[in-house]
């Protein structure tokens, strides 16, 4: 059983950036792969970033980053130069595979942390 809490999200201008972290409960996080889904209002939930057990595979669109510490149980999303469009609620997942854009492949989800850009 693993429980994930977001934290990070909130207000910013655009073109400003945003440093969202999702924490993870449990000894065996390091097994899992980890993404970062966002969903809009009235929108399918959609795949941001992703990132493998070890760190060493990472998968990100354009002005985002994911990164892992495994020793602090918590994964990062970095997000920069940030447009309204990139409103939404962000969501991370823990999955037993290689990081995959389908929210199937992800077994535990957190609760989300909204993200809301002006412009």
């Known amino acids: 059983q693993v429980q994930l809490v977001e934290s990070g999200g909130g207000l910013v201008q655009a073109g400003g950036s945003l440093r969202l972290s999702c924490a993870a409960s449990?000894?065996?996080?390091?097994?899992?792969?980890m993404g970062w889904f966002r969903q809009a209002p009235g929108k399918e939930r959609e795949f941001v970033a992703g990132?493998?057990?070890?760190g060493a595979n990472t998968y990100y669109a354009d002005r985002f980053t994911i990164s892992r510490d495994n020793a602090k149980n918590t994964v990062y999303l970095q997000m920069n130069s940030l447009k309204p469009e990139d409103t939404a609620v962000y969501y991370c997942a823990a999955g037993l595979y290689n990081p995959s854009e389908y929210p199937s492949d992800y077994k535990y989800w957190g609760q989300g942390t909204q993200v809301t850009v002006s412009s």
């Open positions: 449990g000894r065996t996080f390091s097994k899992y792969a």
């Open positions: 990132i493998s057990w070890s």
